[in-house]
């Protein structure tokens, strides 16, 4: 059994994953890889309503991914650890050696 305090880690990172749990929010997260943005960017780039990008973005910033500095009138947004992207790295392992296994069985 673990204790509180691994089950506490547990907890933290899967906050995270979820966080990033859906196909705008991965986005999000790539393009904010290549430099910072502000929410109309982000709208065209993601292709729905400011809203809905907004709605995003707070998840992001609620899990820690994201982090927003106010310029004015506009808010522009950057990855508050661009090492999240290793994880990008490794999910793509993952469906590469998934694709492979497939193509194993099938041939």
Do not use: W
Not at 56 to 74: P, W, Y
Not at 76 to 95: D, H, K, M
């Amino acid at each position: 059994m673990t204790g509180n305090k691994t089950r506490t880690q547990y907890e933290a990172r899967a906050r995270v994953i979820k966080a990033m749990a859906h196909p705008s929010r991965l986005l999000i997260i790539d393009e904010l890889n290549r430099r910072e943005r502000c929410v109309h960017e982000l709208t065209e780039i993601v292709g729905t309503d400011i809203s809905t990008v907004s709605k995003h973005l707070s998840v992001l910033k609620n899990a820690g991914i994201v982090t927003d500095e106010k310029r004015g009138v506009m808010v522009y947004y950057r990855l508050r650890v661009p090492c999240i992207l290793n994880f990008f790295g490794c999910v793509e392992s993952v469906l590469k050696q998934a694709a492979k296994d497939s193509l194993s069985v099938v041939g």
